[in-house]
């Protein structure tokens, strides 16, 4: 109760403008995209648009996020470290955790703030693991809105399903436009199987 006092509190004194479409019942654990991930200020933004809705959720953030006195803050705010080193030792992690206590999870697919010409393919191969609906979350410069758009089902044809995910994103730029990427896996681009 008190996070979401906080979330309208929140969109009442922004800019933004928290624009959604009709979701699931909060309780239905999915996967929660968060893009164009351009700037920390996204975090902000994820926190609000989540706790507004009252999802409960976990989120993927970087190893060194969790150092020192920053560890419990970000475990408190539903984050789980990720070593990228050993990308998929994360994804059957998330799996597990994923079986015991069902959750949602956001992810924002680039990994980083900007510099990478492809999203990270972990999102998918949870969504499709562990058998989840795919939210396209978002922030839009150009419109001062972020929300949360529709929520589908990935059908395990890799560039269908992202040339969905891209009409989504497609007129959607950060708050850094200039370090938007345009949602590609690496797995588009291999044969079919």
Same mark, same amino acid.
């Given at each position: 109760?008190?996070?979401?006092?906080?979330?309208?509190?929140?969109?009442?004194?922004?800019?933004?403008?928290?624009?959604?479409?009709?979701?699931?019942?909060?309780?239905?654990?999915?996967?929660?995209?968060?893009?164009?991930?351009?700037?920390?200020?996204?975090?902000?933004?994820?926190?609000?648009?989540?706790?507004?809705?009252?999802?409960?959720?976990?989120?993927?953030?970087?190893?060194?996020?969790?150092?020192?006195?920053?560890?419990?803050?970000?475990?408190?705010?539903? +984050?789980?470290?990720?070593?990228? /080193?050993?990308? #998929?030792? $994360?994804? =059957?992690?998330?799996? !597990?955790?994923? *079986?015991?206590?069902?959750?949602?999870?956001?992810?924002?697919?680039?990994?980083?703030?900007?510099?990478?010409?492809?999203?990270?393919?972990?999102?998918?191969?949870?969504?499709?693991?562990?058998?989840?609906?795919?939210?396209?979350?978002?922030?839009?410069?150009?419109?001062?809105?972020? +929300?949360?758009?529709?929520?589908? /089902?990935?059908? #395990?044809? $890799?560039? =269908?399903?992202?040339? !969905?995910?891209? *009409?989504?994103?497609?007129?959607?730029?950060?708050?850094?436009?200039?370090?938007?990427?345009?949602?590609?896996?690496?797995?588009?681009?291999?044969?079919?199987?």
């Amino acid at each position: 109760m008190l996070r979401r006092r906080l979330a309208r509190l929140y969109w009442r004194l922004s800019r933004w403008t928290l624009r959604s479409d009709p979701q699931p019942a909060p309780t239905v654990p999915r996967i929660l995209i968060g893009a164009p991930h351009t700037s920390n200020w996204d975090f902000v933004l994820m926190l609000a648009i989540a706790w507004e809705a009252e999802i409960p959720f976990r989120w993927l953030g970087k190893h060194t996020l969790f150092r020192g006195w920053r560890g419990p803050v970000m475990r408190a705010l539903g +984050g789980v470290p990720v070593d990228r /080193t050993n990308p #998929g030792r $994360v994804v =059957a992690e998330i799996l !597990v955790a994923q *079986a015991e206590a069902p959750f949602s999870l956001v992810v924002t697919p680039e990994g980083t703030r900007g510099g990478v010409t492809r999203w990270k393919s972990g999102f998918y191969r949870i969504a499709r693991e562990a058998d989840l609906p795919v939210t396209l979350g978002y922030v839009d410069r150009t419109t001062m809105t972020a +929300g949360l758009g529709p929520t589908i /089902t990935l059908t #395990g044809d $890799v560039r =269908a399903d992202m040339d !969905v995910i891209r *009409a989504f994103y497609a007129d959607k730029s950060g708050l850094r436009p200039e370090r938007r990427t345009e949602p590609r896996l690496d797995s588009e681009d291999a044969p079919p199987a």
